[in-house]
């Protein structure tokens, strides 16, 4: 793709989130997306990260880094030297190698660090960059502990910088498309969301010759991970609180290591019910050994159904017949014509399968575009508007769900978080 | 002044219904017309369990049936009537896997409520059930004293009651099922129901919709037509357009010359080539 086609592209993506951002309610419910496709970021003197953790999904992160305007990765580090190999070819020549953050943070030469390591070290790692006088770009979930959670949202105060976690789904514009006729009322008053995250495989990776099992497969123990949870579950919920447009109020669950019973410790097939107030609830499944209802969230409302990892838009009942409308206003005004019926129009006479409308796929990367949002905020030096309430309260739920599990018991939604 | 319309929409028989009833305050004789088609959809659907369904099954195993459900007698009474009606083309029995079986073979006993088959063969209301069901319901509304209504099963299927609002009939044109902006034909109608039914156009394809099946030889019709139906009683006008459809050209021509201002039948794969009775073809 050249240049010209890659900014078309772009272009392309940032009016469909601006489209989408527009209009009524959009603004208090999506601050972050509209400030970040509007942003209109300049290419000259880019925020410069350093970026700790270049496993899988740091490498990936830095390839959609590199194609923003306003970010350059100049710092990598990582314990692993192989992941640090690997990630060589991503990034040019005069990018620093570090074998330990502490070192990348004491070279200086950086604006921020991005964080894409185990799940156990986000907290220390953030708050190691925020005493050194760093913004903060961190994976998703936000720490281990909704404890730690807490810390980093406190400690990116009291430093004034900016801490923002990776929830893409709140830049992406089939969401935001979708959260935008949600809130219009089109499919009505919203009472339940299914979501599941459903796969077929182990979770687990090779583990080489000079590594150990808890580094390479960290997702899979409990110091450093709550599985699924953390991993996974929380890009749901953080949907469904947004949906919802709170966090939940209570949350029941049970969890089992069900089908790879491998010696690993996090379950590997989680059920949870969360209940939000006035009786609505997001009923969440994730597995490890069936693929069939992958992944998805089915917002569920009086008047329709939205799916968007779809696309997708159902209505209850079908749209109404324009040739009657047009009828019904004729009369209304005194005026008499002949009804087309029928014809073009005709609609399949079948049980209601019907497909659903596309709600409209957005090619473009939306990694990207929250990078460039934090860019900006980490220029301005304020943090993108409303996004990390999302991510705090999307965090502390899948822990808050892990709780449930373990307990047997119904948690209760913590009155001591900290405020945002 | 403006005369207000009261409308109803909701999903039943497999499709969207809308009913738009015009002046006074009718919105108690809407919420009985609605229930009265979903209480056809209820009796006569093969989508779900249903009394047609329980008579289904006694009939493919070659038992006699009670049939405990009034909608469904009084169905099939209709169904006697316009299988007669339209030279036994309207056939709800008629089923390929059932080799020749058809209504013809069915023994309805008004008397005892009880059906039965001389082969094991299903009914299937098919398009029936929305022109009856529309019956119901604008029985259901003149009852209460509405004056004018304009009754809507999927657009295939539309029911008037009264005149038009404004006085004098309910103008409807129908479009060519393929042709942006041609028409096939134009009418006006009062206290009458209209049916379409088609071998082209939207929806036709779709996978789960049945085929139109020729009852006098089992055969699945393909080629290109669109039948017009108008009859004072929908569930006539919807055998009719069946009927019409599947019709070969003799008994076509029998059935449009004895209504030629209210049926109509287009062979579309020719464009404006008329199938049989070129005077009241419309060019399309």
Not at chain 2, 63 to 68: C, G, L, V
Not at chain 2, 236 to 242: D, F, G, I, P, Y
Request: some cysteine; overall charge neutral.
């Amino acid at each position: 793709m050249t240049d010209k086609d890659f900014d078309l592209t772009r272009r392309s993506f940032l009016d469909r989130v601006l489209a989408a951002t527009a209009g009524a309610g959009m603004a208090a419910a999506a601050p972050w997306a509209a400030s970040a496709a509007g942003a209109d970021p300049v290419k000259t003197n880019p925020v410069r990260l350093g970026v700790i953790g270049t496993g899988d999904r740091g490498r990936t992160l830095i390839q959609n880094i590199a194609k923003t305007r306003n970010c350059t990765v100049v710092s990598i580090c990582d314990t692993y030297a192989p992941n640090v190999a690997k990630a060589r070819q991503w990034v040019g020549p005069p990018t620093r190698i570090f074998a330990d953050h502490r070192a990348m943070l004491d070279a200086g030469g950086i604006d921020a660090v991005v964080i894409a390591t185990p799940l156990n070290l986000h907290a220390r790692h953030s708050f190691d960059a925020f005493d050194a006088g760093l913004h903060v770009w961190c994976e998703k979930a936000m720490a281990r502990t909704i404890a730690d959670c807490g810390a980093m949202v406190t400690r990116s105060k009291t430093a004034n910088k900016v801490l923002q976690i990776g929830h893409q789904r709140m830049f992406h514009p089939t969401y935001l498309n979708a959260l935008k006729r949600a809130r219009a009322g089109e499919i009505g008053s919203l009472t339940q969301i299914r979501a599941s995250w459903h796969r077929n495989n182990a979770w687990r990776r090779t583990v080489p010759a000079d590594a150990t099992d808890r580094q390479i497969n960290w997702r899979l123990y409990r110091d450093s991970s709550a599985g699924l949870m953390t991993e996974l579950a929380t890009h749901q919920l953080q949907v469904g609180n947004w949906f919802f447009d709170a966090p939940p109020t209570r949350v029941i669950g049970s969890g089992s290591i069900c089908f790879w019973k491998d010696g690993r410790e996090v379950y590997d097939h989680v059920a949870l019910i969360y209940e939000y107030a006035g009786g609505r609830k997001l009923i969440y499944t994730s597995l490890l050994n069936n693929a069939r209802y992958g992944c998805e969230e089915q917002i569920q409302g009086s008047k329709g159904t939205i799916e968007p990892e779809l696309g997708r838009i159902y209505q209850e009942v079908p749209a109404k017949v324009l040739a009657l409308q047009r009828m019904q206003k004729d009369v209304a005004r005194g005026h008499k014509r002949t009804v087309p019926i029928g014809g073009a129009t005709w609609f399949p006479e079948l049980p209601v399968t019907t497909p659903g409308e596309s709600l409209g796929w957005g090619e473009y990367d939306e990694t990207m575009l929250q990078f460039e949002g934090f860019a900006e905020a980490v220029r301005a030096g304020k943090p993108p508007p409303g996004l990390l309430r999302q991510a705090y309260q999307a965090s502390v739920a899948s822990l808050l769900g892990e709780q449930a599990m373990d307990r047997g018991e119904a948690m209760t939604w913590p009155t001591n978080l900290v405020a945002i | 002044m403006a005369i207000a319309a009261q409308v109803e929409r909701f999903v039943a028989m497999g499709t969207r219904v809308e009913l738009h009833v015009f002046g006074g305050a009718f919105a108690d004789a809407l919420g009985a017309a609605r229930r009265a088609i979903e209480r056809v959809d209820d009796a006569l659907t093969i989508h779900r369990p249903s009394p047609t369904t329980a008579v289904n099954d006694d009939l493919l195993a070659g038992r006699s049936a009670a049939i405990d459900d009034p909608v469904l007698i009084e169905a099939l009474i209709a169904i006697q009537d316009v299988h007669t009606l339209t030279e036994g083309l309207f056939d709800p029995a008629a089923d390929r896997r059932f080799g020749r079986a058809g209504w013809g073979d069915v023994v309805v006993d008004r008397g005892a409520a009880r059906i039965s088959a001389l082969k094991p063969l299903a009914l299937d209301f098919g398009g029936f059930g929305k022109g009856f069901a529309l019956d119901r319901a604008g029985a259901v509304l003149r009852e209460a004293g509405v004056a004018s209504a304009c009754l809507s099963a999927g657009e295939s299927s539309i029911a008037v009651v009264g005149e038009h609002p404004l006085g004098g009939g309910w103008p409807f044109a129908i479009p060519h099922p393929t042709l942006g902006g041609a028409v096939l034909v134009e009418f006006a109608l009062i206290d009458e129901a209209l049916s379409i039914s088609t071998t082209v156009g939207a929806g036709t394809h779709a996978p789960e919709r049945a085929a139109m099946i020729r009852p006098s030889d089992g055969a699945i019709v393909t080629a290109a037509r669109c039948a017009v139906a108008v009859d004072r009683s929908g569930g006539r006008a919807e055998a009719l357009s069946t009927a019409l459809l599947v019709a070969e050209d003799d008994r076509a021509c029998r059935l449009l010359a004895r209504a030629p201002t209210r049926r109509f039948l287009y062979d579309l794969s020719q464009e404006a080539a008329p199938t049989v009775d070129v005077a009241r073809m419309h060019a399309a």
